[in-house]
């Protein structure tokens, strides 16, 4: 038995036509909100994308895209996927590892609760937001949980360091644009009874 999470082919191609190197956090970013596009375009999954990327050189490591409803996986948000692509390929499970360089997750909204707590476990060293969480929810619908109050401190704390509001307006651009094309906003049982 094994747990698996395909990544869509148009997520490879795409990927090819990438520099090997991005060294601009916008430049980044940009990546990453254009793959947030595709994935709900090509009804691949939810509108968002993640990016795992040395600090220090841009190096691009792995891309991760949304694969909830696809896959038949609630964790399958893409911070947990581009993460997980990434230390598999890295072989290791810790991003943070002696030795290594260090990694930093580029996202195009704030993490939610549950990729929140993914982030210390992961061995990234930085974050990268492009939309708030207030951001997201207002335009889209999606429930991004009970977060910390002070999660950007509860970050730092452990050495990651976190950059937010990078690209927001293209980042709420491409959220307006899922928004408006009518796709399903799924969430997990909020305290309802439906
Ligand atoms: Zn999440």
Redesign the pocket.
Do not use: L, N, Q
């Given at each position: 038995m094994r747990v698996s999470i395909e990544i869509p082919a148009w997520v490879l191609t795409e990927q090819t036509k990438l520099p090997t190197h991005l060294t601009s956090t916008e430049a980044q970013m940009e990546a990453v909100i254009h793959f947030s596009r595709l994935n709900f375009q090509n009804q691949t999954g939810g509108p968002?994308a993640a990016g795992v990327f040395e600090k220090e050189t841009g190096k691009l490591i792995a891309i991760g895209v949304n694969r909830v409803v696809p896959e038949h996986v609630s964790?399958a948000?893409?911070?947990?996927v581009a993460l997980s692509l990434a230390q598999q390929s890295l072989e290791t499970f810790d991003l943070g590892g002696p030795g290594m360089p260090h990694h930093r997750l580029v996202v195009n909204g704030r993490?939610?609760?549950?990729?929140?707590g993914?982030l210390p476990w992961s061995g990234i060293r930085s974050l990268v937001i492009g939309a708030s969480g207030e951001q997201i929810e207002t335009i889209t619908g999606f429930d991004?949980?009970p977060i910390h109050p002070r999660w950007q401190d509860e970050l730092q704390s452990r050495g990651i360091d976190v950059i937010e509001d990078v690209l927001a307006d293209q980042a709420c651009d491409m959220f307006r644009e899922f928004a408006a094309s009518g796709a399903k906003v799924y969430n997990g049982r909020s305290g309802s009874d439906d």
């Open positions: 968002f964790s948000h893409a911070e947990i993490p939610c609760a549950m990729c929140f993914s991004e949980g």
